[in-house]
């Protein structure tokens, strides 16, 4: 069975400050990896995906992840965070068969301050 | 933009009482999925749906929780004899491609069970 692990309930970062969020996965295939973003009161919206090839994925809002295999990791990051990037972000894992569901981390609630 | 959409946005109902919360995903895709988020909580996966029938379903997705698409375009959650603890924010997604598709998300009905 998948699972995703987000270790970091809170993160606080200054505005302009890189951001890194930690994702690890657990799965016995090439993951499908996500990560989607919730701002409040609204549904979650595609970040990035990985499915194959370049290790290294770039997403919308200039949000890019990194693929390790070797640490069953998808860490998110971006370079330099703006006040509207606040919101709770969500890793999540892709299965290959059955109802081919998605599952989600806990989530980490991203604060920004000026 | 093809979005999915979810009505109601807010349903307030008394203990025990019958909900159903509905969704029209977007309109070529096959997978469709219902998700539960507790407020404050991770995102759970309850059940998918393909070709007219649950793909698979969660250990949440007991027998008060059914699912039906009653014709080419709604796809509803029924939730029988509802209690306390089903107060969430339900999430509607559905999605193209079985398994490297991306998930999208309605914007949520939000029950709220008295």
């Known amino acids: 069975a998948q699972s995703v692990t987000q270790p970091d309930i809170h993160i606080t970062v200054s505005e302009g400050a890189s951001l890194e969020l930690r994702c690890n996965y657990s799965y016995g295939a090439t993951p499908y990896l996500f990560w989607y973003v919730q701002s409040p009161g609204q549904g979650l919206q595609l970040l990035l995906k990985?499915?194959?090839?370049?290790?290294l994925v770039q997403g919308i809002k200039g949000f890019e992840a990194e693929f390790k295999r070797s640490q069953s990791s998808f860490n998110l990051r971006k370079p330099s965070v703006h006040w509207s990037d606040a919101a709770e972000y969500f890793c999540?894992?892709?299965?290959?068969?059955?109802?081919?569901?998605?599952?989600f981390g806990a989530g980490t609630r991203l604060f920004v301050k000026a | 933009e093809p979005e999915v959409t979810q009505t109601p946005s807010h349903q307030v109902t008394q203990m025990g009482q019958e909900v159903i919360l509905r969704c029209v995903p977007i309109s070529n895709h096959l997978y469709f999925y219902w998700y539960r988020q507790i407020l404050g909580q991770k995102v759970e996966f309850l059940v998918s749906?393909?070709?007219?029938?649950?793909?698979?379903k969660s250990e949440i997705f007991d027998d008060q929780f059914s699912v039906e698409r009653p014709d080419g375009s709604n796809f509803t959650l029924k939730i029988r004899s509802t209690k306390l603890e089903d107060s969430a924010m339900y999430f509607c997604?559905?999605?193209?491609?079985?398994?490297?598709?991306?998930?999208?998300f309605g914007e949520g009905s939000r029950l709220t069970v008295l």
């Open positions: 997604a559905s999605k193209s491609k079985p398994n490297t598709g991306e998930l999208f």
């Open positions: 990985y499915f194959s090839g370049d290790t």
């Open positions: 749906f393909y070709n007219n029938e649950i793909s698979e």
């Open positions: 999540a894992v892709g299965a290959h068969t059955g109802g081919f569901k998605t599952i």
